[in-house]
Nanobody, 119 residues
Framework: QVQLVESGGGLVQAGGSLRLSCAAT????????MRWYRQNPGQERELVAT???????NYADSVKGRFTISRDNAKNTVDLQMNSLKPEDTAVYYC?????????????WGQGTLVTVSS
């Protein structure tokens, strides 16, 4: 059974920084792309950042230059470093990992971690 465990959310003032972490555990044969999404109540889930197996990254325009996604393939982890946070970054953040177990391909989701940025 595969699980994604997130950590690092919390309350921060505008202009501050937070680092989110997500660890994939279980019987994993291979991990493909790793992503961070965010969502507010009543809104669609928004793709924030993607990192491929080769380390290529892509970001939503709203976070470019402020957020950095990184991965550790040896530890099956993906992090999101968030700097210069703004109140509009407030959301529940979810990690998403495309992976392969020995039985099948799987699109796994973390439980979500709340980030609150106060003005």
């Amino acid at each position: 059974q595969v699980q994604l465990v997130e950590s690092g959310g919390g309350l921060v003032q505008a202009g501050g920084s937070l680092r989110l972490s997500c660890a994939a555990t279980g019987t994993i044969f291979r991990i493909y792309a790793m992503r961070w999404y965010r969502q507010n109540p009543g809104q669609e889930r928004e793709l924030v950042a993607t990192i491929t197996t080769s380390g290529s990254t892509n970001y939503a325009d709203s976070v470019k230059g402020r957020f950095t996604i990184s991965r550790d393939n040896a530890k099956n982890t993906v992090d999101l470093q968030m700097n210069s946070l703004k109140p509009e970054d407030t959301a529940v953040y979810y990690c998403n990992v495309a992976l392969r177990t020995f039985a099948r391909d799987l699109d796994a989701w973390g439980q979500g971690t709340l980030v609150t940025v106060s003005s």
